[in-house]
């Protein structure tokens, strides 16, 4: 977990940078600006500040979301990213208390429960520094270090594995969001830098197959919003991306064969078959 959780030193979290994010029972925790994106009239136009209550510290605050009604989807992903027209929404799923520093993804913000909230002000709100944006946006740089507090903070109440996963899909999503606006600039300067987030985004999302892969022996359906056959496809396309093909093989074979799988979900596994079968013969 080093490059996952690599920056939260400089946030006051540097015991938690080893943390084993998927340990089946973790023992009692003992420890108690960059490349800035070019502020569009359109990003400002697709987001909106939006009111929010810590379940760890009773404050009251707001943080920028994204307007779902006002965006335009123009392409999706092999593992179901997507892609709206002027704005990356990876950058707005990510609440994080400007007082305490709690921090979660939205859909896992509220409720907790009280030995989690025990464990979280015990172990995050007594030391993280987090700086919470200013901007009209938010800058990558920025987000990049509310999803590493979402998963210091995940690991630390002892969230579900599929919320980990889920954090750590949408942070690969945030990463590959990132390379793709670096490289639009065509800068040489930039390739270093855009190489060091294709390698995050790589360990992200062999991160969130583990996560995903545990939660499906182990909890109930639906799992982060997934039926059965929706995970099995997301399985098979992230164990695709990090070239672990005889996982993505079996799970699209079950597809195939599902009797519950519809007629939408078996076309997108035969294409996935027919991407993994051509790499195969290279």
């Given at each position: ?115 989690q909230i025990k464990l979280l002000r015990d172990n995050i709100c007594n030391k993280v520094n987090v700086t919470i944006p200013t ?148």
């Amino acid at each position: 977990m080093a490059g996952i959780l690599s920056g939260l030193k400089g946030l006051g979290l540097g015991e938690l940078e080893n943390l084993n994010l998927y340990e089946e029972e973790q023992k009692e925790l003992t420890v108690h600006n960059a490349q800035k994106q070019t502020i569009t009239k359109e990003e400002k136009d697709l987001i909106y500040d939006k009111s929010f209550c810590c379940p760890v510290c009773d404050v009251k605050f707001t943080s920028k979301v994204m307007k779902t009604g006002k965006t335009r989807s123009v392409s999706v992903d092999l593992d179901s990213r997507i892609t709206y027209e002027g704005i990356d929404n990876n950058k707005y799923e990510v609440i994080v208390c400007p007082e305490c520093g709690y921090a979660a993804m939205i859909s896992y913000f509220q409720p907790l429960l009280n030995a989690q909230i025990k464990l979280l002000r015990d172990n995050i709100c007594n030391k993280v520094n987090v700086t919470i944006p200013t901007g009209m946006i938010y800058e990558y740089e920025e987000v990049i270090s509310r999803y590493q507090v979402a998963l210091a903070c995940a690991i630390v109440k002892r969230g579900k594995d599929s919320e980990k996963a889920h954090i750590c899909l949408h942070f690969a999503w945030l990463l590959r969001g990132y390379a793709e606006e670096l490289q639009l600039e065509d800068k040489t300067t930039t390739q270093e830098k855009v190489t060091e987030l294709k390698k995050q985004e790589l360990e992200c999302l062999n991160k969130a197959l583990e996560g995903f892969l545990n939660a499906r022996q182990k909890e109930n359906l639906p799992i982060c919003g997934m039926d059965q056959t929706t995970l099995d496809y997301e399985l098979a396309a992230i164990a695709y991306k990090v070239g672990k093909d005889k996982i993505a093989a079996k799970l699209v074979s079950e597809l195939l064969v599902s009797a519950t799988a519809n007629s939408r979900m078996k076309d997108k596994a035969r294409e996935l078959k027919r991407l993994i079968l051509e790499r195969y013969k290279k």
